[in-house]
């Protein structure tokens, strides 16, 4: 229920785990008035460590969700994503705040990210998303970070978008409770924000709402069967609005996707003015990451039917329901 007190939920979904989270938790409390903003972190058995941070952190809202009744290969990036969306459900569900934003662990908030979002929201805009940067200096790192959010980086124009991503973005809560059964057993940021824009909702972009990623470095491998899984995840999502012939034919066409998604990311360094340098040491590493999602899209528009993603048919999302019922207040 909302809280008339409140002005901002803050969610953020557990990633990466107990030492980014006490990072971005660290951060984000210095620029916070409790008394008008709640901040919660649901978490689940496969992410109960987090839980040691609560101690530390008192004011702070810790979610577990229990009876999943799920068996999770701590190696299957395609299981982990999807709870990381049920993670974000949850939160959602449980928050307060008039306005309700969005983040991850590995995430660190400007020091004005807060205050920066409540102004946004003074205005009528719904939905507001934020500037993303890279805050690790590595080609992996840089490289990860364009193939995921380069069209986030500054300078980022104030417009209307087709995307914002779920690691810096802000919803008024009226709206976003409008269209509940989109997201209230799993979270994906592709079928929220398309049914909002089928609603005539407008997304809009603003620069001074900004975040920085600080992702633990892995192996090559990892990041690459991660971008397979993530890759598959969007293309079995936007299956659930195409046709069998569309599919079929988005998956033929993924052969050309690493070269489309790598001028896009040329694009995006060279506006915000890379060196030659840059370029050169991020790209092989960009190249070899986009042939990973090439490959899970191709296997997701193939694989997936679209009707999977129901709660009735999605294992994850059917092992338990979704209500404060559900929750324990840590």
């Known amino acids: ?10 969610v953020i979904t557990v990633v990466s785990g107990k030492e980014p989270l006490r990072r971005c938790l660290a951060a984000l409390t210095q620029q916070i008035d409790f008394a008008e903003t709640e901040v919660i ?13 609560a101690p530390e952190f008192p004011p702070i809202n810790f979610y577990f969700v229990k009876n999943l009744n799920l068996t999770l290969s701590g190696n299957n990036s395609l299981r982990q994503h999807r709870l990381y969306d049920r993670r974000r459900a949850v939160g959602l569900q449980v928050s307060r705040g008039r306005i309700v934003a969005l983040t991850e662990d590995h ?3 400007a020091p004005d990210w807060c205050r920066q979002i409540l102004a946004a929201h003074e205005g009528p805009a719904p939905v ?4 993303i940067e890279n805050g690790i200096d590595r080609p992996l790192n840089w490289a990860w970070y364009y193939c995921d959010f380069g069209r986030y980086g500054r300078p980022l124009i104030k417009r209307e978008a087709e995307y914002i991503s779920d690691v810096n973005v802000s919803y008024k809560r009226a709206v976003l409770m409008e269209i509940c059964e989109v997201w209230c057993h799993s979270y994906h940021e592709t079928t929220v924000h398309w049914a909002l824009r089928d609603r005539g909702v407008k997304l809009l972009l603003n620069e001074k709402i900004v975040v920085s990623q600080h992702r633990p470095t892995v192996s090559l491998k990892k990041a690459w069967f991660e971008r397979i899984a993530w890759g598959r995840i969007f293309a079995e999502t936007r299956s659930c609005r195409l046709s069998v012939s569309k599919r079929f034919g988005l998956a033929a066409g993924t052969i050309f996707l690493p070269i489309l998604l790598l001028l896009r990311i040329i ?8 060196t030659a340098r840059q370029l050169t040491s991020v790209l092989p590493f ?11 899209e191709f296997w997701g528009y193939l694989s997936h039917p679209p009707q999977s993603l129901t709660e009735e048919n999605d294992p994850i999302l059917n092992s338990t329901e979704l209500n404060s019922e559900n929750l324990v207040n840590q």
């Open 1 to 10: 229920m909302p809280n008339n007190h409140l002005k901002l939920t803050v």
């Open 107 to 109: 995430i660190l908030p």
């Open 267 to 274: 694009r995006h360094m060279l506006r915000q003015k890379r």
């Open 128 to 131: 507001i998303g934020g500037a």
């Open 286 to 296: 960009a190249i070899f990451l986009l042939t990973g999602w090439a490959v899970g």
């Open 41 to 53: 972190v649901p978490y689940d058995e496969w992410s109960n460590e987090v839980a040691d941070l």
